[in-house]
């Protein structure tokens, strides 16, 4: 509401008769001190607050630049600062996307062989540059060797093969040791995808060093280490992470938002636009992705500055052209058949799959993850990760479908069978009479090579869904959007095959019989598995307005938005049947972070008074007077107690309330009075007033505190409803909020308070709210 910034904002104004009537104190906050209205590790910012000092911030530098030329450049460059550190996130984001991708690709590689024309090559580029590449062997050429083939010659028989399985589970075990050492030697923070973190902090939390320097260096590194281990994980969710640490590295560049937590999360949300927006090669879907599911304060401006960074990291990541192809992702696609109405029905299945799968996912996810907490398990991360890393390697590499990276599987899932596909997916039975164009080419019947396919595809699937679940929340940076695609891209697969199976066996049956004659394209299996990828997707994290756009953005295939938004409608529908949170709220409720969700509804009829503190039983609220505590009652105070701030009253028998004071802010102004300003001693009197009386000469000099008095702090009367203050606290980004009757203060409720009490209404433990 605007009454209360205009409320807010004239009490950080200084007043003219502040300065008059105080006779010879000095009020040395008139020149404001360093670290005032900062924010401690583990506590939430003060969105008003915040706003208010920028807008106070912004009408100073107005007023200013009438006064000179020189002045009015400066306010330009303020007002350009944030499209320059838009431009820097883009360039930088862009730029480690791009290099991540190359590094990925060349590491994934190295685990089976190395190019000896030169080694820095991955296996395509290597077989790129030869010249005695054959279009039926296009992956063998003689400057690419396996390692078998390297050491002892020979590139067939049993003893190459056990070699080649050997040393691939060796460079996995290498990689996953590496990237684990690293996360815990250097950045603990560099762990996990990043991404419910990320939606506490742009909430108001603060965890510092989790968007420093140390955590982008080590993230970077680590991630190209963990995919390449071959791990069941992505990398789409930890570039987010990387992106809000180059946000968070700019920031530090402009006073303007490093001295302002609110406007640094302005940053933040365009820069984890960014970072999807060069994970997936999706600008719009990654702007639409921090509207939907990361931000929490998303004003227009924001919106603007987001489509610029995501424009512009886009941009960098096409210039450095990772994937060869001069596209911004590996799994474009171009379908050459329209879809059918019949065929929505199996659409529709795939996205219960997808939510079914979701559901299971996170329970089971958050159950071993709660264990790792809970049990010995969470105090050898490394062992665990050496563990997990083995056994995907032993049990992935006789399966092709999942040796090779999963990028490349998804890849290949989703592409059509043209007359120039090698795949064994494409192993169908060709008819000798055929002449039609190339594309075109007509339903077949599936030959061995499809059915040998399926087999591997099912156990494929089988181990990507139960090794996901152990591996997402180890210690190493590990995205989820990569997995959970697979699993869906692979179930989709084998339905198309099946549908098409079918359809060419069964033309004659009522729902072919309309759209499918016999010799004719009908059915498109790599779209049941791209329509698959979306329904797993949006089952385990609930997107959808993203999730479609993003989809469409990642394969070109804008004519098959409709059957994307069925599933991923159905598959929210069945996943929220059974619960409301994806796995990114689900693992910020793990971790016990102060994140009240906008999407939660409050149903219960209970009141302020029935949430506020102190309770019945408990010691009275530590209170400030205006005029008669001493210097040492203030620091006897903050000894004792842990609060984060006090409210301020007329006296302790009336109760009247005058404003709230920061703990903080009380601290660090009685520790530079002692400092800067003679005379003041334990005995003094903090005075809270306008003018502080005239004292004989032989009183201690008295501490005028005014300055930092909130004077208009959020009050509600006992009898609020709880509905009407959660959503006060959800709108407002309060940390704090005074309960009062009729002018007296009764108690207060924090942020944390409203996280406990809903989750008492929701018969869990309260205590789960670890945070302050």
Request: charge should be neutral; glycine fraction near 8%; hydrophobic fraction near 45%.
């Amino acid at each position: 509401p605007v009454f209360l910034l205009i409320g807010i904002t004239n009490l950080s104004a200084t007043p003219t008769e502040e300065m008059n009537g105080a006779g010879n104190l000095m009020d040395f906050l008139d020149e404001p001190f360093p670290d005032v209205s900062t924010y401690e590790d583990f506590h939430t910012i003060d969105w008003l607050r915040e706003k208010s000092r920028d807008t106070d911030r912004h009408r100073k530098i107005t007023s200013k630049s009438k006064e000179s030329i020189w002045e009015l450049i400066k306010s330009l460059l303020d007002a350009w600062s944030g499209w320059v550190v838009m431009l820097l996130i883009g360039l930088l984001s862009g730029t480690l996307a791009g290099v991540i991708d190359l590094a990925v690709d060349w590491m994934t590689d190295l685990k089976e062989g190395v190019c000896l024309s030169a080694f820095w090559y991955s296996h395509e580029q290597c077989c790129w540059t030869s010249n005695e590449t054959t279009f039926d062997d296009r992956d063998k050429c003689p400057q690419w060797q396996k390692w078998a083939e390297l050491m002892t010659g020979h590139a067939e028989g049993a003893g190459a093969y056990v070699l080649n399985y050997f040393l691939y589970i060796l460079w996995a075990l290498l990689f996953s040791f590496l990237a684990v050492s690293l996360v815990r030697v250097f950045a603990p923070y560099a762990c996990g995808s990043g991404i419910p973190e990320i939606k506490t902090i742009l909430s108001g939390f603060i965890i510092r060093g989790y968007l420093g320097k140390w955590t982008l260096l080590i993230k970077t590194v680590t991630l190209v280490l963990a995919v390449s281990s071959g791990l069941s994980l992505g990398k789409e969710g930890p570039l987010v992470h990387v992106a809000c640490c180059c946000g968070n590295l700019f920031c530090s560049l402009f006073s303007k938002y490093s001295k302002n937590e609110g406007k640094r999360r302005e940053v933040l949300s365009a820069a984890a636009a960014a970072g999807v927006s060069v994970a997936f090669g999706a600008p719009i879907g990654g702007v639409l992705f921090s509207l939907e599911e990361v931000s929490y304060y998303f004003p227009l401006k924001t919106l603007w500055r987001s489509f610029f960074a995501a424009l512009v990291a886009a941009f960098t990541l096409r210039s450095i052209n990772p994937f060869g192809n001069s596209r911004l992702v590996l799994f474009y696609v171009e379908y050459h058949t329209p879809w059918y109405m019949a065929e929505l029905v199996p659409f529709i299945l795939l996205g219960v799959f997808g939510g079914l799968w979701g559901t299971l996912f996170i329970r089971a996810n958050i159950a071993w993850c709660r264990r790792r907490k809970t049990t010995q398990l969470g105090k050898y991360p490394v062992l665990e990760v050496i563990a997990v890393t083995g056994i995907t390697a032993v049990l992935a590499y006789p399966n092709p479908y999942t040796r090779r990276s999963t990028s490349e599987l998804i890849s290949e899932l989703f592409n059509d069978c043209g007359a120039l596909e090698s795949s064994q997916l494409c192993d169908y039975i060709n008819n000798p009479n055929m002449s039609r164009p190339v594309d075109d080419i007509p339903d077949r019947p599936a030959g061995p090579g499809v059915y040998n396919a399926l087999w591997q595809l099912a156990l494929a699937l089988i181990f990507k869904i139960v090794i996901t679940i152990f591996t997402f929340g180890m210690k190493i940076p590990s995205g989820l959007f990569i997995p959970s695609m697979a699993v869906g891209a692979i179930a989709g697969r084998i339905v198309g095959i099946a549908v098409e199976q079918m359809a060419y066996h069964h033309h004659d049956w009522i729902i072919f019989k309309n759209w499918c004659r016999p010799g004719a394209d009908c059915v498109t299996p790599g779209l049941y598995a791209m329509v698959g990828a979306a329904a797993c997707l949006g089952g385990v994290t609930r997107m959808t307005v993203s999730l479609v756009v993003i989809m469409f953005e990642l394969t070109g295939g804008l004519e098959y938005i409709v059957p994307l938004m069925a599933a991923a409608v159905t598959s929210k529908w069945v996943a929220d049947a059974f619960g409301k949170e994806g796995i990114y709220e689900s693992h910020i409720q793990l971790n016990g972070y102060p994140y009240l969700d906008v999407r939660d509804e409050f149903t219960h009829r209970t009141l302020a008074t029935d949430v506020m503190r102190p309770r019945r039983n408990d010691p009275p609220l530590a209170v400030l007077t205006q005029d008669t505590t001493t210097v040492e009652d203030v620091e006897t105070l903050i000894k004792d107690t842990d609060y984060n701030g006090f409210p301020v009253v007329v006296s302790r028998e009336s109760e009247r309330l005058i404003g709230f004071v920061q703990r903080r802010d009380l601290t660090l102004a009685i520790k530079n009075a002692r400092q800067k300003q003679d005379g003041v001693v334990s005995s003094s009197v903090v005075y809270f007033t306008e003018d502080a009386p005239q004292l004989p000469a032989s009183n201690p000099q008295p501490l005028k505190l005014r300055r930092i008095l909130n004077l208009s702090p959020f009050t509600v009367t006992d009898h609020t409803p709880m509905e009407t203050v959660v959503d006060i606290f959800r709108k407002l980004g309060l940390r704090q909020c005074l309960v009062t009757r009729s002018g007296r203060l009764l108690g207060i409720i924090t942020k944390k308070d409203v996280l406990r009490h809903m989750a008492q209404m929701m018969n869990q433990d309260p205590e789960s709210i670890m945070f302050n």
